[in-house]
């Protein structure tokens, strides 16, 4: 009998370390899944993962995986702390049941066409997009949410190419995207007003449940005045933070002011009480390559956010074979989970600042210090300091370019 006891009293206690692994961490990970994964992998993704965002269509490469939806609530019992968003497009059919590639087989009214009367096309994937300014698809989309959260028990949504330009819409495109309301092409302060107005009819019908948006990244966040859409949304997605994939085993290349301009969208949305879920793109690491060169740009990125996040915010390491455009889908033993995204940093202390040529954010206990730049940095340190891996720091600490540093009090 007692050993049964014990035997159970173990068993909660792992239970209990599932449930609380993935909420110790300064950097909370966020993954993608969007197929049947064994419940192993679930659980996996319980103990590791605090944020998942998820599509479980009707048709999946003529596959029904809708079923799968009805797992939600199994899923968040594995650690009642995990986040689980439902994921949709703004502008195209994803997890609906409108499917349309060719041409619309439902609604065609809510699709969009271009100068030349042609349906409209994603550039990247080839499905057809629809008119974020229809009334109807965005009643359509927002009821589609709404019934989804109610029946499977999703914590809120997730709205992919919520832009402020036609840039995407028309990106590689002769004919321009027409507004079926002027007969015209779309011009941007049309398409922001529709797509803020899309926003507008998802939170009446979602309610204050959390709302994440996809937009764009650092300088187009600020010159397109992107936070007018987070007076609707909770969080945002920087996609491509600090850079498009980018291959560590080549010599780093990056404009530090666009990286600046990254970490400020960062400390923008934090300054507005609003979370960001950031997209780390780097490319998978090879079986021969050096798993320390690796982990110096996982680093260098991780760094990169500490310094304007506020501890309410997410990361996905996008690693992918081929440097395209990261996809975050959960792939099992392809995860990237970095031991230094649970060093005890405690809370910030002020907002980051540029100090002795690289970048430092003061934390209760320890500091982060990032150099954008192409030029090697000695920075000079008081105290005893130590890295994230328990190494002793010398001062000046020398800094090489594009790389990051977490250090910790030595005491």
Known sequence: MKLRCLAMALALFASGLAHSMADDSIIPLAISVRERIPDADWQHIAEHYSFVWTMFPPATKKRDISAENERVKWIKSLNPKLTVLVYGGSINAANTSLPAWNKPEQHPDWFLKDEAGQWVGDYEYGALHLDPGNPDWQEYR????AEQIARYGYDGAYIDLVGPTTNYINHKKVSKAVNPKTGKAYTDAEWKEAMLELLRVVRRHIGNKPLFIVGPRGKDYFKYGYAEFLSIA????????????????????????????????????????????????????????????????????????????????????AAKEKPVQP?????????ILPSYRQAPLGRARGTYQKLD??????????????????????VPLSGQWKTDTG?????????????????????
């Open 234 to 317: 909770d969080g945002v997605v920087a996609e491509f933070f600090t850079g498009w994939t980018r291959d560590p085993m080549q010599p780093f290349k990056s404009d530090p002011e666009d990286w600046k301009a990254d970490v400020d969208a960062l400390a923008d949305c934090a300054a507005r009480g609003k979370q960001t879920l950031v997209f780390a793109s780097i490319k998978k690491r090879g079986d021969t390559e050096p798993k320390e060169v690796y982990d110096a740009s996982y680093r260098f990125v991780a760094a990169s956010f500490l310094l304007g996040t506020e501890g309410r915010d997410y990361m996905c390491f």
């Open 327 to 335: 996809s975050c889908l959960y792939r099992p033993g392809d995860d």
């Open 142 to 145: 927002a009821k589609v949410y």
């Open 357 to 378: 040529g690289a970048y430092q954010r003061e934390f209760e206990h320890g500091r982060v210090l990032v150099n954008p730049t192409s030029h090697e940095i000695r």
């Open 391 to 411: 190494s002793a720091v010398a001062s000046p600490m020398v800094l090489p370019p594009g790389t990051g540093a977490i250090l910790l009090k030595a005491e």
